[in-house]
């Protein structure tokens, strides 16, 4: 989508606003800084809240460590060493991450989390795709473990984005026709996308998950 939204200088005040008064929730932060970044400016990020996430790392869980880590990179935060340590610490045999057994979204964050610091960390790639692969549903859509059903948006878009980071040939994917029909299905009347091929509202993240996967499938 290449739209200038409307009333842009206006949005980026508010967001720009809200940067600069009382910074807590990560998902937030991810939010605002992303945006400002994207736009240009400099997002305001004090030292005293870097030192927080500094400190946070070896108690989270892999999204909130990717979330802190993209903000820090793109703050200019020389990142840490031992953030590779924490995220390797949650590979499990099957080649999947998560703290006590492997699901999808564990293995995307963390993948994007070592994909930020560098790719070349990223090992067991066999593995990890055949983790993803086992992950598929009886018509190929991905859903948060093997065996788990139903999938849900999320579990779609990180599947998407592991075979997008590991350079899986998506064009040439058999199971592409299958899961775009799946995401379209997930269309609301108004326009948006819901969560769940069962029920659901539309809601902006579900909007975006969606619109990224029919994207690189090349729907449009």
Not at 143 to 157: G, H, K, N, R, V
Request: charged fraction near 25%.
């Amino acid at each position: 989508m290449d739209d200038e939204p409307q009333n842009k200088e206006n949005t980026i005040k508010w967001i720009e606003n809200l940067q600069e008064g009382r910074q807590y929730g990560t998902r937030g932060i991810f939010y605002r800084v992303n945006i400002l970044d994207s736009f240009k400016r400099n997002p305001n990020f004090p030292q005293k809240y870097i030192n927080k996430f500094l400190e946070r790392y070896r108690t989270s869980n892999l999204e909130i460590i990717y979330l802190m880590t993209n903000v820090l990179r793109i703050v200019g935060i020389e990142l840490p060493k031992y953030i590779i340590e924490c995220v390797l610490a949650f590979q499990n045999e099957d080649g999947g991450f998560g703290r006590y057994r492997s699901d999808i979204m564990s293995t995307y964050y963390a993948l994007e989390t070592l994909n930020l610091i560098n790719p070349d960390l990223i090992t067991s790639q066999d593995k990890i795709m055949d983790f993803a692969a086992n992950c598929q549903t009886d018509e190929g859509i991905f859903a948060y473990t093997p065996l788990s059903y139903p999938p849900y948006i999320e579990s779609i878009y990180a599947g998407i984005r592991i075979y997008e980071i590991l350079a899986y040939p998506l064009d040439h994917w058999s199971n592409r026709d299958e899961v775009l029909n799946f995401v379209l299905k997930l269309q609301n009347a108004d326009g948006g996308f819901r969560r769940s091929y069962f029920i659901g509202i539309s809601e902006l993240e579900y909007v975006y998950r969606a619109l990224y996967i029919l994207k690189s499938l090349h729907y449009f």
